[in-house]
């Protein structure tokens, strides 16, 4: 099991930006797609966002899309997750996770049942 670890979250005002970041403990991190999850309470977990080992591909909700970038540094095994022009509706907590496998489709980006190895999270409000 690949320990994932989520941060960079915190209190914003709408309009505002954070940069997540997620760290895996060991080197496995650099071969598989990662993406981020996000939850708010008393709602399923929903996709935001995954990229590919080599960054050739991308996936975005299109709640997030032009607002949210994903990307990687494969050597720090850490990836990000940058939100600009940030909205209530982005509060939740976030979550990365890592691909059960090397490759992922744009279908299964969007399916948690695709990643394991979740991190503990890391919350992100926005006031309005």
């Known amino acids: 099991q690949v320990q994932l670890v989520e941060s960079g979250g915190g209190l914003v005002q709408a309009g505002g930006s954070l940069r997540l970041s997620c760290t895996a403990a060991r080197g496995i991190f650099a071969s598989r797609p990662v993406g981020w999850f996000r939850q708010a309470p008393e709602k399923e977990r929903e996709f935001v966002a995954v990229?590919?080992?080599?960054?050739?591909?991308?996936y975005y909700a299109d709640s997030v899309k032009g607002r949210f970038t994903i990307s990687r540094d494969n050597a720090k095994n850490t990836m990000y997750l940058q939100m600009n022009r940030l909205k209530p509706e982005d509060t939740a907590v976030y979550y990365c996770a890592l691909s059960r496998t090397f490759t992922i489709s744009g279908a299964q980006a969007s399916q948690a049942s695709a990643y394991y190895s979740w991190g503990q999270g890391t919350q992100v409000t926005v006031s309005s």
């Open positions: 990229l590919t080992y080599d960054g050739a591909n991308t």
